[in-house]
């Protein structure tokens, strides 16, 4: 597919134009194609394309435009959806905003002027229009801005190109039009001066320097820069004008990066991040790249890997200074590093100017014109690295630091490039590499990177354990970190700057004495690999009587490296910083006291939760809620978003290893998981509740959990395995015979049958529900009745199925009851359609698609759902209602 954005935002497919997608559509593709191949907040997106509205209502949008939108494109999982982010994928040459770069690249380091004219034609010939003509985002201006001032940079180069291939005749014309329309640009000025003088018309030329030098007093207030001043000079004196002279080579070429170190396993992605920056054509500061990361991620690595393969790209030298923001040393002032780079350019150490904002000046003017790449490695904060940043736009600067050090991306503009660990197949293949093939036992070395945690530092101080004579094999040694309580111990090495709690000390001694104490009760949270630590936990760890304060000690424990930012709000350490945690709180914490605070605001806010999505429900607690710390949860979205986004937290609690925990979870949950969602957390959180209850002898609590597993062997698919615990549950309800309870279970197994094939069995027991509800003898809910209707439909009699599912709609709303609202409306809607009753079928989905909006239920199947009914209602696809109001459709009464 070829995506276009130098103009009207289009589609192309075999060459064939894909008609316009609708405005909505058109704004998603466009800020999803100015971050191709890049991750996409959808909160990003709510905010870019639907501005204020409530993010409930913009959600069920996005969603199903998302879904219109993958339908145009040529494979669908272009368009992907993970964590809470959207990538579209595009190819190498797919996306015409990347081959005019591309081309410009190729044309900047092209030596024939021919040759580079042609490859600029090239270029300014992909655009239609203005970037993203048509687009009226918010979101979009910085990039087409960019791409506008791109362009413009292009179109001087290829003028100047012209010129040195002897055409001044033939673009004398272009440029003056193109020096009328930007009076301002030096450059072109320059360049229609240097075209007139050489066509013999020199008054013409002074007067284009004149005009120019009187727009530029009144409209800045500046006098020309130098290459206008020169280009005057010239043609005064009679002399050809140069095009762009190139500055001579300076005297001293400084070399100063420390040695490569070595192979540099995997960080492929972020290597080509680094290449694309290069490729770009310079705009009006120096390109700068800042690589965060925590303690041994491999920052410094990297950069002086890269460095080191491109500096042919740089041959006026390299400049290197290592800050020291993270040392036990003091961190080194700009004030000292420039002196070493003012030195290496050449400056004589005597004669340095003593002021610092005198020395940053003349390292920008020493580096204006150079092309040097220069390496800020350790960085503190912002404020120690932007004296040191270049003059001019020809230098490469590549910044590293634990902290975010924000102020660069804002003020700088900085690319940011944050280092994770490395994947499990990376620390794989630097174990390989750094190990004989027979000690790289593949079990051994996969839990030997889990104890590492990815990190290289790690992994390299680990393959180092295992050298050398009477070393422990790597089964050996990943048996002795299982064992030990704090895996650090066998990663130290005896030398501060190697060893893990060596480095990682630098980052915790920077942190306030509230940050460091935070940090500390952190190694107390669950070892989980994607639980993550948000606000509310943090003032339930510092026993904090409100949410004040918290984010910014969270912030303050990234910008010191000491955690990541997962997500808006949430945050996460990594397992060698859990550790290192652990071992400070053992030393300065009561750990009894902060797991009581932390789980009581778990359990309490799950119980909220829970009381929200099916309010009916009764809410059985073993331990009784006490923090009054849950969380604000006011409606079944905000509870269902919740719950979704904190899966691996239940894990942990349900593997704390108190009974009780996990049975409260089973029992608090499964409406919420009988919503189809995570079924590997429900097996494992019901497994778990099932043998604690079976341990305290908890026979009422153990049916209700053996009923849930059977549920979940029936989403699954698996109804022999489901029939066999749903009859088990039954006979444990015979202990505790409540007649709601063997109802609820009793329609599940009439489900598992009908499903089966049983369709006599299936009524039977269906009836038996069905007869004892009419008779007033048991209230079912309304997570009994969609069972039960389910069973009706599977059976054959659908007439039956949509009487039980507008029930099950009607019980539902009555108990406010919101998800299995929309489900019962959903299935009806698709009784109705099998029945043939298309328009029924297409009010049920509109409902559905109106509820779930409302109530910000995330509910794909409900767009879904709606396409299918509004293909048989509305064949024509022309006649359809936009992505906007297709959803906006009164509610309407079953």
């Known amino acids: 597919m070829d995506f276009q954005v130098l103009g009207p935002v289009r589609i192309v497919a075999d060459g064939r134009r894909l008609p316009g997608p609708a405005p909505i559509r058109q704004g998603l593709l466009s800020v999803l194609l100015a971050r191709a191949n890049a991750p996409v907040a959808t909160d990003l997106l709510l905010d870019a394309i639907w501005g204020d509205h409530p993010r409930e209502v913009s959600l069920q949008r996005l969603q199903v435009t998302v879904h219109r939108l993958?339908?145009?494109?040529?494979?669908?999982?272009?368009?992907?959806?993970?964590?809470g982010h959207y990538v579209l994928r595009v190819e190498d040459g797919e996306l015409d905003s990347d081959r005019f770069l591309e081309l410009v690249r190729?044309?900047?380091?092209?030596?024939?002027?021919?040759?580079?004219?042609?490859?600029?034609?090239?270029?300014l010939a992909l655009w239609r229009g203005t970037p993203f003509q048509g687009v009226d985002l918010g979101e979009l201006w910085s990039h087409a801005q960019l791409l506008t001032e791109r362009r413009q940079m292009a179109l001087e180069e290829l003028y100047a190109a012209e010129l040195d291939c002897g055409r001044h005749l033939e673009v004398v014309a272009d440029l003056a039009d193109a020096a009328r329309r930007h009076p301002l640009?030096?450059?072109?000025?320059?360049?229609?001066?240097?075209?007139?003088?050489?066509?013999?018309?020199?008054?013409?030329?002074?007067?284009?320097?004149?005009?120019?030098?009187?727009?530029?007093?009144?409209?800045?207030?500046?006098?020309?820069?130098?290459?206008?001043?020169?280009?005057?000079?010239?043609?005064?004196?009679?002399?050809?004008?140069?095009?762009?002279?190139?500055?001579?080579?300076?005297?001293?070429?400084?070399?100063?990066?420390p040695a490569p170190p070595g192979e540099l396993v995997g960080r492929r992605p972020e290597r080509d991040v680094l290449d694309?920056?290069?490729?770009?054509?310079?705009?009006?500061?120096?390109?700068?790249?800042?690589?965060?990361?925590?303690?041994?991620?491999?920052?410094?690595?990297?950069?002086?890997?890269?460095?080191?393969?491109?500096?042919?790209?740089?041959?006026?030298?390299?400049?290197?200074?290592?800050?020291?923001?993270?040392?036990?040393?003091?961190?080194?002032?700009?004030?000292?590093?420039?002196?070493?780079?003012?030195?290496?350019?050449?400056?004589?150490?005597?004669?340095?100017?003593?002021?610092?904002?005198?020395?940053?000046?003349?390292?920008?003017?020493?580096?204006?014109?150079?092309?040097?790449?220069?390496?800020?490695?350790?960085?503190?904060?912002?404020?120690?690295?932007?004296?040191?940043?270049?003059?001019?736009?020809s230098c490469f600067v590549i910044v590293t630091s634990r902290g975010a050090l924000s102020g660069l991306s804002t003020s700088q503009g900085a690319h940011r490039l944050d280092l994770g660990p490395l994947s499990e197949d990376e620390s794989l293949a630097l174990l390989r590499s750094s190990l004989a093939p027979d000690l790289a036992d593949t079990g051994a070395a996969a839990r030997l990177v889990e104890h590492c945690a990815g990190l290289p530092l790690a992994l390299r101080v680990a393959a180092e354990r295992l050298h050398g004579q009477h070393r422990p094999g790597i089964a050996q040694l990943v048996a002795e970190l299982d064992a030990e309580r704090s895996h650090l111990d066998l990663l130290e090495t005896g030398d501060v700057h190697t060893s893990i709690r060596g480095v990682l000390s630098w980052?915790?001694?920077?942190?306030?004495?509230?940050?460091?104490r935070?940090?500390?009760?952190?190694?107390?949270?669950?070892?989980?690999?994607?639980?993550?630590?948000?606000?509310?936990?943090?003032?339930?760890?510092?026993?904090?009587?409100?949410?004040?304060?918290?984010?910014?000690?969270?912030?303050?424990?990234?910008?010191?490296?000491?955690?990541?930012?997962?997500?808006?709000?949430?945050?996460?350490?990594?397992?060698?910083?859990?550790?290192?945690?652990?071992?400070?709180?053992?030393?300065?914490?009561?750990?009894a006291a902060s797991h009581d605070r932390l789980l009581g605001y778990w359990l309490d806010t799950i119980a909220r939760a829970a009381s929200l999505i099916?309010?009916?429900?009764?809410?059985?607690?073993?331990?009784?809620?006490?923090?009054?710390?849950?969380?604000?949860?006011?409606?079944?979205?905000?509870?269902?978003?919740?719950?979704?986004?904190?899966?691996?937290?239940?894990?942990?609690?349900?593997?704390?290893?108190?009974p009780e925990y996990p049975i409260d979870l089973s029992l608090m949950l499964w409406p919420y998981l009988d919503l189809g969602r995570h079924d590997d957390i429900a097996g494992h959180l019901h497994a778990s509740a099932r043998e604690a209850a079976r341990s305290l002898g908890d026979r009422e609590a153990e049916g209700i959990i053996v009923r849930s597993l059977g549920v979940r062997e029936l989403r699954l698919g698996r109804l022999d395995a489901a029939g066999e615990l749903l009859r088990e549950a039954l006979r444990i309800h015979d202990d505790h015979p409540e007649a709601a309870l063997r109802a609820t279970t009793t329609a599940f197994l009439a489900e598992t049958l009908a499903a089966s094939g049983r369709a006599s069995e299936a009524y039977a027991a269906a009836d038996s529900v069905s007869d004892a509800h009419r008779s007033g003898s048991i209230d079912v809910s309304s997570l009994t009745l969609l069972p039960l209707a389910r069973a009706y439909y599977l059976g054959g009699r659908a007439h039956d199925a949509a009487r039980w599912l507008t029930e099950a709609h009607e019980v539902a709303q009555r108990q406010r009851h919101r998800p299995v609202q929309v489900r019962a409306l959903l299935e009806l809607a698709a009784v109705h359609h099998s029945r043939g009753r298309t328009s029924a079928a297409l009010v049920c989905s509109r409902q559905a698609a109106v509820l779930a909006e409302e109530h910000g239920i995330e509910t794909p199947e409900c767009a879904t759902g709606l396409e299918a009914c509004l293909d048989a209602v509305v064949p024509p696809p022309r006649s359809r209602t936009t992505d906007e109001s297709a959803l906006k459709v009164p509610s309407a009464t079953l």
């Open 507 to 516: 980052s915790y001694q920077r942190l306030s004495p509230d940050a460091a």
């Open 106 to 123: 190729s044309a900047s380091t092209t030596a024939d002027p021919a040759e580079r004219a042609a490859l600029l034609r090239s270029a």
């Open 276 to 393: 694309g920056v290069l490729a770009e054509v310079p705009g009006m500061t120096a390109r700068l790249v800042l690589l965060t990361g925590t303690a041994g991620v491999g920052k410094t690595a990297l950069a002086t890997s890269w460095a080191h393969e491109h500096r042919e790209d740089f041959p006026d030298g390299q400049l290197y200074v290592d800050l020291r923001g993270f040392s036990p040393d003091d961190p080194v002032p700009a004030f000292t590093a420039l002196a070493g780079f003012l030195v290496a350019l050449g400056e004589r150490r005597t004669t340095l100017p003593p002021d610092l904002s005198e020395r940053a000046a003349l390292f920008r003017t020493l580096t204006h014109d150079r092309r040097l790449v220069i390496m800020l490695d350790n960085a503190l904060a912002a404020d120690q690295v932007r004296p040191l940043l270049p003059g001019g736009t």
């Open 614 to 658: 099916h309010p009916v429900e009764a809410v059985r607690r073993s331990i009784p809620g006490q923090s009054g710390r849950a969380a604000a949860l006011d409606m079944c979205a905000t509870a269902l978003r919740w719950l979704d986004a904190r899966r691996s937290e239940l894990l942990c609690i349900a593997d704390f290893g108190i």
């Open 185 to 257: 640009q030096e450059r072109l000025q320059a360049l229609l001066m240097t075209a007139l003088h050489r066509a013999g018309r020199q008054a013409e030329a002074l007067e284009v320097y004149h005009a120019a030098r009187r727009h530029l007093l009144d409209e800045l207030g500046l006098e020309p820069g130098p290459e206008l001043q020169r280009t005057e000079r010239r043609i005064l004196l009679g002399e050809d004008a140069e095009v762009a002279p190139r500055p001579q080579a300076p005297l001293l070429r400084p070399a100063q990066l």
């Open 70 to 83: 993958r339908k145009s494109l040529d494979v669908p999982d272009r368009l992907t959806h993970t964590d």
């Open 518 to 591: 935070l940090f500390r009760l952190c190694g107390f949270r669950c070892r989980h690999p994607h639980h993550y630590l948000d606000a509310q936990q943090a003032a339930a760890l510092l026993d904090a009587p409100g949410l004040g304060g918290m984010r910014g000690l969270l912030d303050e424990l990234v910008r010191f490296g000491l955690a990541r930012r997962a997500a808006p709000d949430r945050y996460a350490l990594h397992s060698l910083l859990q550790a290192y945690a652990e071992d400070l709180a053992n030393l300065h914490d009561d750990k």
